[in-house]
Structures are given as C-alpha cells and as structure tokens.
C-alpha cells in the first residue's frame, strides 16, 4: 500500500513562528502536492512538485513556500505564520493517475 | 479554469436507504477525470470511485456507483444499502488530462454525510 506520512497531526504555533509541515511517500512518486482545507472551501492547491528541486504555484501559494530535496520527502513552510493560516493541511502524492493522501495536519496559528 | 460545484452541505440517511450525492463541473475540456474522495473523522482521505470522461459506462465499486452524465457536466454519486461506516464529507474532484500543474485535482467544497440508525 501507498503511505504517506505527514510529520504532524496536531501543530500549535504563535504568530511570525516559521513553520515547517513534512510530508513523506513511500512509493517513489514523481509528484507531490501540498493543499489546505477549509471548510465551506474544499480543498485549495498551494504547492506542487513535479520532481526534486522542481516547484510549481498552485491557487494560493501567498504566504507559504515549499522544499523538495529528496524524492520522497516535501516541505510546506509558512516563513511567518499568521492566524489566517490557521487551517488543516493535507500532502498527497500521485501514482497511477491516482493522488493518495496523507493524514493531515491540523495547524493553528495563535 | 475548470470549477466543481457540490450544491449540499449537509446530507442525512437512514441506515439500510440509498442516499445520492450531486455534483456539478464546469470545463471546456472533452477528457479528463472524475473522483469522489471520502474523509471520514480520522481525516484520511479515501478514494471511492473513478470515471474517465471517455467512457459512457457509469462506474461501479460494490454499493457505490455514479451517474455521469458528460453533456450535463454532472457526476453524482449513488451510495446503497447506507452504513454507518459511510458517514464522512465527500468530496467530489477533477482532474484535467492536458493542462499542467502536476494534473493537479480541483475540489467542490464537500457534502457531509450523516447515517441515522
């Protein structure tokens, strides 16, 4: 079975912290992807990877930037958080034409 | 820019009764892909059903199985003989063929799902 593993279930982190999420997959996947979930709005893309060091915006990437030095591991960094950023936020990897997610992690920012 | 519209926010059944689930998208393309993803309270994301746009067969997995309707630009997604397990927000996704961004998914905003006893 596909797994990916994100690093957290639970953050609590005040505002201006620099956040780091990490998210890592199993299976050797190519692209990896980095949403945010609210709720009334789905699920938004706020970053996706396409291969190591290769990053590409999603819908609402302001406030966040991303790492990916290894294959199976990227990063979502909030390089000051703010209470607006308070969110659940979701990884997912994509094998097969099919994306597989992670647990999530539910961040607040305080 | 493709859109996925879930019009309920809330949705209740009766254990045992069939319940379905709408969901509407707007898209200028002629293939691409179609999902319902379940996130029960553990938060895990579960792929329920695929359908590609190509194939006028309506997808099937055991009691869930969806109305594709491609002129409609319609997916609903039928779940018979409800259990209790299946109470979670559903959340309905398209994928483009084509267009860049990893083949990322675009989301409708989700429809909670309450199983009554």
């Known amino acids: 079975d596909v797994k990916v593993t994100q690093s957290s279930r639970y953050l609590v982190k005040r505002t201006g912290e620099k956040v780091f999420l990490e998210c890592v997959q199993d299976m050797d996947h190519e692209n990896m992807f980095w949403y945010r979930q609210d709720p009334g709005l789905g699920l938004r893309l706020i970053y996706f990877s396409y291969d190591v060091k290769m990053k590409e915006k999603g819908d609402i990437p302001e406030g966040y930037s991303v790492s990916r030095e290894k294959k199976e591991r990227f990063s979502l960094i909030l390089e000051s958080a703010s209470t607006n950023q308070t969110s659940m936020y979701l990884c997912a990897s994509r094998g097969a034409n099919l994306q597989y997610f992670g647990a999530g992690t539910r961040l607040s920012v305080l | 820019a493709q859109t996925v519209t879930q019009s309920q926010p809330e949705m209740s059944v009766q254990e045992a009764e069939t319940v379905t689930l709408s969901c509407t998208y707007d898209t200028s393309e002629s293939d691409y892909y179609l999902f319902w993803y379940k996130q029960p309270p553990s938060r895990q994301m579960i792929l329920v059903i695929r359908q590609e746009a190509y194939k006028q067969q309506n997808a099937t997995e055991n009691r869930f199985s969806v109305n594709f309707q491609k002129a409609a630009k319609s997916f609903s997604l039928k779940i018979s003989d409800s259990q209790l397990g299946d109470a979670a927000m559903y959340f309905c996704?398209?994928?483009?063929?084509?267009?860049?961004?990893?083949?990322?998914?675009?989301f409708g905003t989700g429809t909670q799902l309450k199983v009554e006893l």
């Open positions: 996704a398209y994928r483009s063929l084509f267009t860049g961004g990893g083949n990322k998914l675009t």
